[in-house]
């Protein structure tokens, strides 16, 4: 295989730059790094061409330019996505953004099975959170089991907490493919053999991030949990991570590139100060219950924000609109007075068809989406429609495995449904779920 990637990482204060090189022998990777804020701009491009020129390279041989996506400091995050888009305009290559909080957990050590939280410094006492479990599958090294957040720091340990219990159940259900993998399971009894941990015993969960030193004395790191040196995304993760994209066919085009912000803003504006609004807004609480209300036109810019984050194909504001004037159903989740999730249905007389449905990034593997298929579900058995239907995307792995964890069977297909950039087009699979006792009060 043939790969030049040069990442880019300027998410904390630390500015880096890593060229990754495929060879015979292996990956090769060869970094530069610089301390220094306010010297990202004019660092950056600098290193990148020294890179290059010692590996004997120029900018037409790369293949692809990784940056780090964060989230982290607003204008640290702008400078690499920036520089990254403007290479892969120029050079006509695709962009490979990386999480910053997964740059740090592929730095913490964790072997398969393990769950790395990481916690990084947001300022003001709070945190940007994300978990993560390291998979058995090479191809796939890391699964989200909580995207990036927004907590306040005396938050981080309880939340954690609670939803340990759930983590561990997918760690554990990852180490058992693990061992069938490899041949460690019993196939008479079941057990392990050679001597290796049940997988029944709990995942080693390891702290990383720079935010357990910074609010230590709010964070605790529980004793059974193991805290890890890895403070800050590095660009050698971001080029390694980068890579195993790569070569999953996740590169985007580079005018695709965008920051991964969590925090929407840093300071009230005037009006909201002189109403009483002091000092700067404060995360949500993390444990608040979600609450699911009927959507209305003063939810419709913060539902099309959350669409065009997800899709590269959104629906518009407008079609949010014109989807409520219609009458459609329609719902938003709140979470602390927030919308983090929405779900549009079409009663047919036959059916009940799902026309749009999502979640916030920051809230993904909380239940959420599971809690709006159930409205969905529950507004069809109202009406005695005895099935819903949806399309969609079969290069969408994520939505189909959620679609087919809970019932949903394809049934189907609508030929060149979707577009899919430069005037192509993507089939769309049509799946549907029969529901159980249409009709009968909920």
């Known amino acids: 295989m043939n790969l030049n990637l040069l990442a880019l990482e300027t998410s904390s204060s630390r500015c880096g730059v890593a060229l990754l090189r495929e060879t015979a022998a292996g990956s090769v990777v060869t970094v530069l790094e610089h301390e220094g804020t306010q010297e990202h701009a004019e660092r950056l491009l600098p290193m990148a061409d020294e890179l290059l020129k010692a590996a004997g390279l120029t900018p037409a041989d790369l293949h692809a330019v990784a940056f780090g996506q964060g989230p982290g400091g607003f204008t640290g995050l702008r400078v690499a996505c920036g520089v990254a888009q403007g290479m892969g305009l120029a050079l006509d290559i695709p962009v490979v953004p990386v999480v910053s909080h997964l740059a740090v957990a592929e730095a913490a050590g964790a072997q398969a099975g393990d769950i790395v939280l990481v ?131 996740e590169a985007q085009p580079p005018e695709l590139a965008a920051p991964l912000y969590v925090r929407d803003k840093v300071a009230f504006t005037t009006a909201e100060r002189e109403r009483g609004l002091g000092g700067n807004p404060k995360a ?7 609450v699911l209300e009927p959507m209305t036109e003063a939810d419709v810019d913060a539902v099309a924000d959350i669409e065009a984050n997800l899709q590269a194909f959104p629906w518009t504001r407008g079609n949010f609109a ?80 959620f679609y087919e964890k809970i019932g949903f069977q394809r049934i189907g297909v609508r030929r060149g449904y979707y577009p899919n950039g430069q005037g192509a087009r993507e089939d769309a699979w049509v799946m549907q779920k029969t529901l159980d006792g249409a009709g009968a009060p909920l």
Request: with cysteine.
């Open 284 to 290: 949500a609480p993390a444990l608040s219950a979600p």
């Open 322 to 401: 014109d989807a409520l004037a219609s009458g459609y159903e329609a719902c938003v989740l709140r979470q602390g007075g927030k919308v983090v999730g929405f779900c549009l249905v079409m009663l047919a007389p036959d059916v009940a068809h799902l026309l749009v449905i999502g979640v916030a990034r920051t809230q993904h593997r909380q239940g959420y989406g599971s809690l709006l298929m159930r409205w969905c579900e529950g507004i069809a058995r109202e009406q005695g429609l005895p099935a819903v239907m949806l399309e969609v995307r079969p290069s969408n792995v994520p939505a189909l495995a």
């Open 119 to 249: 916690a990084l410094d947001a300022r003001m006492n709070e945190v940007y959170l994300a978990a993560y479990l390291r998979s058995a599958d090479p191809e796939h090294a890391w699964i989200t089991l909580q995207s990036p957040m927004l907590i306040a720091a005396e938050e981080v340990v309880p939340w954690s907490l609670h939803y340990l219990s759930v983590w561990s159940e997918q760690s554990q259900e990852e180490g058992l493919a693990h061992d069938l993998t490899y041949g460690l399971v019993d196939g008479l009894t079941g057990g392990l053999v050679g001597g290796c941990a049940s997988p029944s015993s709990g995942p080693t969960l390891h702290a990383a991030g720079d935010a357990w030193h910074v609010y230590s004395d709010r964070m605790a790191v529980p004793s059974d949990w193991r805290l890890s040196v890895a403070a800050r995304p590095q660009a050698t993760s971001v080029a390694q991570l980068a890579r195993e994209a790569w070569l999953r066919g």
